[in-house]
């Protein structure tokens, strides 16, 4: 969620990027169909100027990214008049920002409606007043978003608003003000996600949202899809560590920094020569070409893959059972063993405070288990209460609660991918233009995968069961198990490392998907827009489009294999 800001700090941070990256719709003031298309709008100043204007409009539309609406106690409130006869208001945008009492007053006729469509309210809330004309009473109603509506609607009887499913056919169409407001609002987004990367994720996913069961925006929904997986990539936390020196990183940086460069310029001299021949056709007709070229490879790319990760998932399946056989058996063998010594040991002891500590040790060591699988829930309830009581198995305790996180965690992104990945398939396959992706979510702050975790795991059950091992507190069985252990550990390892290989690979095939999926849409739109078009400037405009897509898709990719080679600096640091 956006952050709220003020009407004058919302211009100020898109006054910079709007004249590069909005693409709008004019309409016509003489019309009684008005709509009022930006990146925010204040609805105070909007009510000021219609009146100011004496503009007579039947239908009002406002699609924005933020709507500002004031507090109506405050002198900068407004009234919008909905008393004539099919009158309709309707309020698109990601974000509603209120102030005050954040009420917006209506004075309704029965055939009247006000619709809202948004992503989130920010503020105190948003409510209206309601006075139908053919009642005295006056209703007052608040609304929220609602998850499993796109938007709500209110008409002039006094009743609650009702939930909308879809947008308005006519916005789904291309080259309305709506499929404009969108293409700008990627623009935009792509042009934050370096200085304000939770505005631009927050725009991306209302994008991804509002446009994903429409033809006319299935070019957008995966291009969208698309970049909000590369922004994922970006607040992924590293899960691998290679160990070289600072150096090595510095001057690997400092080369893709140059290649990074010399790709801009060289990519700008291109698009510029291109746009000023005087065919502005040949322009559209060598984006064609390239989305042609583009198309082929990405073919090859996914077959290619497609091996390496099945190759990869065979390994880890050979692996999980190993483990899981290991962990069932020998170690749960072991595990007895030690139970029965630990019972002969504390039978022959009278002092509570070693018994004590060696009901401890036993408790956390045997949620190794639990830890094995991934269960967080058993392993932390298993290490919980016997930390209190034994204060140098915590770090072991600490750490065996880490593993079960991680474990599960990397299982739980595994799905995730999988799921993203059909999805995408699905829409290949079936050649659609239309259909819904599933939500790619940027993973959590806390969420790490360290390798180091199993080496850590062994040394602290080395110092745990050490003392136990021989001496005089040797507990039969505790160095069988503690060995047990350590061969645990070592299966550990492998299947982690065999799960980042199937991360890998999934991430790698999802991006190649969603690349095959964008090339084929591009191509088909620019070879359609090429062909009725010829060197009109429709195909001319599309094209640059496209053009800036690839660039911003490219950079993107540049800066991820920078953030992978510094990965160790970053970690280290």
Same mark, same amino acid.
């Given at each position: 969620?956006?952050?709220?800001?003020?009407?004058?700090?919302?211009?100020?941070?898109?006054?910079?990027?709007?004249?590069?990256?909005?693409?709008?719709?004019?309409?016509?003031?003489?019309?009684?169909?008005? !709509?009022?298309?930006? =990146? &925010?709008?204040? /609805? %105070?100043?909007?009510?000021?100027? #219609?009146?100011?204007? $004496?503009?007579?409009w039947q239908t009002l539309t406002i699609i924005a990214d933020v709507i500002i609406i004031p507090d109506p106690g !405050?002198?900068?409130? =407004? &009234?919008?008049? /909905? %008393?004539?006869?099919?009158?309709? #208001?309707?309020?698109? $945008?990601?974000?509603?920002?209120?102030?005050?009492?954040?009420?917006?007053?209506l004075s309704f006729a029965a055939d009247a409606t006000f619709t809202v469509f948004a992503d989130e309210i920010v503020g105190p809330g948003l409510s209206f007043d309601q006075t139908p004309v053919q009642k005295q009473q006056q209703y007052k109603y608040s609304i929220t978003v609602d998850p499993d509506h796109i938007g709500l609607t209110i008409d002039g009887y006094g009743q609650s608003p009702i939930g909308v499913d879809a947008l308005p056919q006519a916005w789904q169409e291309e080259g309305s003000?709506?499929?404009?407001?969108?293409?700008?609002?990627?623009?935009?987004?792509?042009?934050?996600?370096k200085s304000d990367p939770a505005l631009a994720l927050s725009i991306l996913q209302w994008v991804h949202k509002t446009t994903a069961n429409s033809a006319a925006f299935s070019t957008l929904n995966a291009t969208t899809a698309q970049l909000l997986l590369q922004l994922?990539?970006?607040?992924?936390?590293?899960?691998?560590?290679?160990?070289?020196?600072?150096?090595?990183?510095?001057e690997a940086t400092g080369a893709y920094m140059?290649?990074?460069?010399?790709?801009?310029?060289?990519?700008?001299?291109?698009?510029?020569?291109?746009?000023?021949?005087?065919?502005?056709?040949a322009y559209a007709k060598a984006m064609l070409g390239l989305y042609r070229d583009k198309t082929s490879g990405s073919d090859q790319l996914v077959a290619q893959v497609e091996e390496n990760l099945a190759d990869a998932q065979k390994t880890l399946a050979n692996n999980n059972e190993r483990l899981d056989s290991y962990r069932t058996q020998e170690l749960n063998q072991a595990l007895k063993r030690f139970e029965e010594g630990k019972y002969a040991f504390i039978e022959k002891k009278e002092d509570e405070a070693i018994i004590g500590i060696v009901t401890a040790v036993f408790t956390v060591t045997a949620s190794v288990a639990a830890m094995a699988v991934g269960d967080e829930a058993a392993a932390g309830s298993a290490v919980g209460g016997a930390v209190e009581a034994a204060t140098a198995l915590q770090k072991l305790a600490e750490l065996i609660k880490k593993i079960a996180k991680m474990i599960s965690e990397i299982t739980e992104l595994l799905e995730k991918l999988r799921a993203v990945q059909e999805a995408v398939q699905a829409l290949l396959d079936a050649q659609a233009s239309q259909g819904k992706l599933p939500t790619i979510n940027v993973p959590s702050a806390d969420q790490?995968?360290?390798?180091?975790?199993?080496?850590?795991?062994?040394?602290?059950?080395?110092?745990?069961?050490?003392?136990?091992?021989?001496?005089?507190?040797?507990?039969?069985?505790?160095?069988?198990?503690?060995?047990?252990?350590?061969?645990?550990?070592?299966?550990?390892?492998?299947?982690?490392?065999?799960?980042?290989?199937?991360?890998?690979?999934?991430?790698?095939?999802?991006?190649?998907?969603?690349?095959?999926?964008?090339?084929?849409?591009?191509?088909?739109?620019?070879?359609?827009?090429?062909?009725?078009?010829?060197?009109?400037?429709s195909a001319f405009e599309q094209a640059k489009l496209f053009c800036y897509r690839k660039l911003v898709d490219t950079k993107n990719r540049v800066i991820i294999l920078i953030n992978d080679e510094i990965a160790a600096h970053k970690y280290w640091a």
């Open positions: 969620m956006s952050n709220a800001r003020t009407y004058a700090e919302w211009q100020q941070l898109y006054a910079n990027i709007e004249h590069t990256f909005y693409l709008s719709k004019s309409t016509d003031d003489k019309t009684d169909q008005l !709509t009022i298309q930006a =990146m &925010v709008v204040d /609805l %105070s100043q909007v009510a000021q100027d #219609l009146q100011a204007r $004496a503009v007579a !405050t002198p900068n409130s =407004m &009234v919008f008049n /909905l %008393s004539g006869e099919n009158r309709a #208001l309707t309020l698109c $945008a990601r974000s509603l920002q209120t102030t005050g009492s954040g009420g917006v007053i003000a709506f499929y404009w407001q969108m293409e700008s609002a990627y623009n935009c987004a792509t042009a934050l996600q994922a990539q970006f607040n992924a936390k590293i899960t691998y560590v290679p160990l070289l020196t600072q150096r090595v990183y510095q140059k290649a990074a460069e010399a790709f801009e310029q060289a990519f700008d001299q291109y698009t510029t020569a291109l746009t000023l021949q005087q065919n502005q056709g790490t995968f360290d390798n180091t975790y199993w080496e850590q795991f062994t040394i602290e059950a080395k110092s745990v069961l050490a003392e136990y091992t021989t001496g005089a507190n040797k507990i039969d069985g505790a160095n069988e198990y503690l060995t047990a252990l350590e061969i645990l550990a070592v299966y550990g390892k492998a299947t982690y490392a065999a799960q980042l290989a199937v991360v890998k690979y999934q991430q790698k095939m999802l991006q190649l998907k969603l690349d095959q999926l964008t090339n084929r849409q591009m191509q088909q739109r620019l070879d359609k827009l090429v062909q009725q078009d010829g060197a009109d400037s």
